[in-house]
């Protein structure tokens, strides 16, 4: 089974539309935020608890898994979606960024990228046709072609590399998948250049895969130039193909991205903010180690109908987390990635109203801009 896409309705407004992508472990609606469960896990987060937020994707690391615990040994244990206890879809990232980060510690070449571990120094060797071995050994539902991200800002010599790169270990991607189920989803580049990114889109488009990302994002290029670069790339990619924003970001950001023809996101943000403290809730983002909330029995959100919400207080929520209680982890991402899943929805349903252009106008947002 290879993966499907259909377009269930659209906005006269923007540019944003629903869909349904189906994988061979179930269908999830879109516009839809995946969690990202970088080692095999949403942190702080069963599976089950996940299900009853209403995810139906979540997002996990090759970089990460292919280290420890390796992916041959995951696949020796069923595969991915057993090792973790998730029987909804899967998406692989092809390791590309985490590679990238390791800007110290890594060397590109045509056949690959060679690096060190940042766990114990260990020095191994990343190629397409590797990265889709992993991806298939862990059994994914959605694996993302091996491409080269560069750093904001950069000489246009070395995102045009980049650019060069990136189509050819594509197509390498391509011709190495030997796993019927599922599918690879290409990966644009371009830097902030237009040009460059309509070209590194044609080159893939060429390619035809069932769908396509818009990655390089998000490296420190600030709102306006994200938001710009999304604006051009987006109408660049196949209508019929779900397109996902790699690594993107707050409800501003997805809400932006949406209107403009984005399908799919990701982000640590709603994960890591919660076991830093952070809330996002109707009235703005809460900081939840202020003093103002010690006494505070209030929910953390009047309007949220999370467990979190309906069941403690600020007071409590403030207390577990300076204590540095496990739970206080748990109970704030139980909120954060539940108003991700209701944010994704309402989205959803002002498509469907065919006023989405109002309802980012009325929104009130958490904006971290």
């Not at 590109?108 to 990228?113: A, N, P, Q």
């Not at 809460?286 to 207080?313: E, N």
């Amino acid at each position: 089974m290879t993966i499907g896409f259909r377009i269930t309705g659209s906005c006269p407004e923007t540019a944003a539309r629903t869909g349904v992508v189906t994988t061979e472990h179930g269908s999830f609606e879109t516009p839809a935020f995946m969690p990202v469960g970088t080692s095999a896990t949403v942190k702080a987060m069963l599976p089950e608890q996940l299900k009853a937020s209403g995810f139906g994707c979540i997002l996990s690391n090759t970089y990460h898994l292919y280290l420890r615990p390796g992916h041959e040994r995951i696949k020796r244990l069923g595969g991915l979606h057993r090792f973790m206890g998730w029987d909804r879809s899967i998406l692989t990232d092809s390791g590309g960024f985490q590679v990238f980060s390791l800007a110290t510690l890594r060397k590109v070449k045509e056949e690959g990228v060679t690096f060190r571990s940042h766990i114990d120094g260990s020095l191994h060797s990343l190629t397409p046709e590797l990265a889709i071995e992993i991806q298939e050994a862990l059994g994914s539902d959605i694996r993302m072609a091996f491409d080269e991200c560069v750093a904001f800002p950069a000489e246009r010599k070395e995102v045009e590399e980049a650019v060069r790169r990136t189509t050819d270990w594509a197509r390498r991607c391509r011709d190495a998948s030997r796993r019927e189920e599922g599918g690879i989803f290409a990966i644009v580049q371009g830097g902030m250049h237009p040009d460059l990114r309509a070209r590194s889109a044609g080159e893939l488009v060429e390619l035809d895969f069932p769908g396509y990302a818009i990655g390089g994002v998000s490296v420190g290029e600030g709102k306006d130039l994200q938001w710009e670069t999304v604006a051009v790339t987006a109408p660049l990619l196949p209508e019929a193909r779900p397109r996902y924003l790699m690594g993107v970001g707050t409800p501003q950001d997805i809400l932006h991205a949406v209107s403009r023809g984005i399908d799919m996101f990701d982000c640590v943000m709603p994960t890591r903010n919660a076991r830093n403290g952070t809330l996002f809730t109707s009235g703005g983002m809460v900081t939840i180690k202020q003093a103002q909330y010690a006494d505070d029995p209030a929910p953390l959100d009047a309007a949220c109908d999370c467990h979190t919400c309906r069941t403690f207080s600020r007071a409590y929520l403030r207390h577990l987390y300076l204590q540095n209680e496990v739970l206080s982890s748990v109970l704030l991402t139980v909120h954060n990635l539940h108003y991700y899943a209701t944010w994704m929805a309402r989205i959803r349903e002002a498509i469907g109203r065919g006023n989405l252009g109002q309802f980012v106008k009325e929104s009130l947002v958490c904006d971290n801009r």
